[in-house]
């Protein structure tokens, strides 16, 4: 049971965390279509994004979405992690589970849960990113 206990740690810090960052990344480009049009901002602006082609507009434009993308990778990383620390407090003080049993390998679980979680949302940007490149 322990050994599958963290297998489930381990595939739930990396769903949290890619459904984090998704979840996110929808916010904020929802978020900068709503400031643009209540307060007369451009999206490319708020995003980071530039329309100067004289600096290579749109090497600059990939590079700020990338850099966008890479924070909120990390803020939904520690998320992920904060949620299983917490599961883990909770599991030592028996406040939401019966039974729980908090360990130190759940947490090096969790971890491991989490860098597997965003290896695959950097190998994804980068894919997405290499697509884009070579279709530009």
Do not use: P
């Not at 900068?32 to 082609?53: A, I, P």
């Not at 908090?102 to 894919?127: H, K, N, P, R, T």
């Amino acid at each position: 049971i322990s050994e599958e206990d963290k297998l489930y740690h381990i595939f739930a810090c990396a769903l949290i965390t890619n459904f984090t960052f998704l979840v996110l990344v929808i916010v904020t480009k929802s978020y900068t279509k709503v400031c643009g049009r209540c307060c007369g901002w451009e999206e490319s602006v708020l995003l980071g994004e530039s329309d100067d082609r004289a600096v290579d507009g749109e090497a600059l434009t990939l590079q700020r979405e990338s850099q966008t993308y890479s924070i909120i990778a990390v803020v939904s990383g520690i998320a992920a992690m904060s949620i299983g620390i917490l599961k883990e407090i909770g599991d030592e003080y028996d406040i939401a589970w019966n039974n729980g049993q908090s360990s130190w390998g759940d947490i090096l679980a969790d971890l491991i849960g989490v860098i597997l979680g965003e290896i695959i949302i950097f190998l994804s940007l980068g894919l997405r990113f290499w697509i884009f490149r070579r279709g530009a």
